[in-house]
């Protein structure tokens, strides 16, 4: 089963816990220091919207992505204006014109398991990027996965559903499988519970990596932070938000000279 079918139905419901507010708060502090305070931004991997319409909210005129219809069918039953949703896969996504920012964020980028389609993401998101754009997204760090995932299981019971999610991390690929197995209560018998399961794998890329695959991608480095404090990144540190330019900027200077 693709990852995210059926977890869909109860992601809003195990995230209730994810700190939104304080990460679009933190996005517009990024957006507002390079100047973007208004127009078109995508965010891929958008999953039930919650950050596209918090940004919705604030200002900006939205384009929603993620390769789930689960997903975005959840998404849109919250309807926002200035929302539009695509379903398509974040490594092949394509746009009618240009946006001043891409964002993703909730680890999404982790999904990117192939180095070469990393690579692949950031030029598309270059190619979509107005002049001096810029592309700002998170990803949870080797250390979390290494010291905090790791091989352990966890679990979750509420009314409406609960899940067991057994981690398996291995530090030689650096690929971190978690297996859920989830239990949805049924709408029409609360006494009844279905069980589904899905596989889910991210992976962990270490800085360097990602400096590699901006330069390929076409892209100039603008600053790496602790994705939780807004600070500098530390050892301990388990996600990292990289903020990068359009590397347009450059390339229509040079040309006019």
Request: aromatic share 12%.
């Amino acid at each position: 089963m693709a990852a995210y079918e059926s977890f869909a139905e109860v992601y809003d419901l195990f995230m209730d816990n994810v700190p939104y507010d304080a990460w679009k708060d933190n996005l517009l502090g990024i957006l507002a220091r390079y100047k973007i305070t208004e127009g078109l931004v995508a965010e891929l991997g958008c999953g039930t919207g919650k950050m596209t319409r918090r940004l919705a909210e604030s200002g900006y005129d939205m384009i929603g992505i993620d390769n789930s219809y689960e997903m975005l069918g959840i998404a849109m039953e919250h309807p926002a204006e200035g929302i539009l949703y695509l379903c398509q896969d974040m490594r092949a996504f394509e746009l009618y014109g240009t946006v001043a920012a891409v964002v993703s964020v909730c680890d999404s980028m982790n999904y990117i398991v192939e180095y070469a389609d990393l690579v692949e993401v950031i030029r598309l998101v270059n190619n979509y990027l107005d002049p001096g754009g810029i592309f700002v997204f998170d990803l949870n760090t080797p250390y979390k996965y290494r010291s905090q995932l790791a091989d352990n299981t966890f679990a979750e019971n509420r009314e409406q559903g609960s899940f067991i999610w057994e981690n398996t991390f291995d530090e030689t690929t650096g690929i971190n499988e978690y297996d859920l197995t989830l239990y949805i209560q049924d709408e029409e018998d609360p006494d009844y519970f279905m069980r589904f399961e899905e596989v889910h794998y991210q992976r962990a890329y270490e800085i360097e990596a990602i400096k590699k695959a901006l330069r390929e991608g076409g892209m100039d480095l603008l600053e790496i932070l602790d994705a939780d404090t807004m600070t500098t990144v530390l050892e301990e540190t388990e996600r990292i938000c990289h903020c990068k330019r359009s590397g347009k900027e450059e390339r229509i200077k040079d040309e006019c000279i």
